[in-house]
């Protein structure tokens, strides 16, 4: 019997979700939170994110890949491409494309106040708790793209790898999302007009300085 595409893909993500090397102790985490206690977040004004994953609904999983973007590691956009087709062909829907903004409230205020741990892991999965709001086009079994797109909300998690902003992350996303059709008071005909979604994804996340606020 083959194996399902669900636990072959969680195999996937919990094989590479351990370090193969040795990790820093919690006494080096207190040591480099002494000299930086943003944990590399201010050593640029963006955070750069690839990812790639899986996306659970209905039916099958769907392959995902994605990136985004943050301002001061706070708020941003992002894109992500799902397809079905990769694991069979039996997710519904059958693609989904989704583009947004995520807002990531706690890091600011938590500096500012000095309220920060100094352990580089805790910190930095606490200030990952966010919000997503976006849109998105879906492609149902058997038919076109739509061309009309529905609303996504969810909350977003994420745990590093590594005790710094900087690198491997583990990251969560999920929520609902709601169909055009369904938005405008039609009952909904599947996944496609109204479905739970559950993203994990292993993601390389880069602090860099781009300016996106300098003035002359």
Sequence with gaps: ???????AVASVLVAAAVPSVTTPSRADDRDDAARDPTHGRIEGDATLVVAAGATFGPRDPRPTVGARMRYLSSAGIFAAYEDGSLFGGRAEPARVISVGGEWRPLFLGRWFLGKESGVGRVDLALDAVGLEVGAYVAQPQGRALESAPGLQLGVVLGVPLL????????????????????????????????ALYLSLELAWETVVLLHLVDRE
């Design 1 to 7: 019997m083959r194996p399902r595409p669900r636990a």
């Design 163 to 194: 005790p710094r902003a900087s690198g491997p992350w583990i990251s969560a996303r999920g929520g609902l999302r709601v169909g055009p059709s369904a938005l405008e008071g039609a009952p909904p005909r599947g996944p496609a007009d109204r």
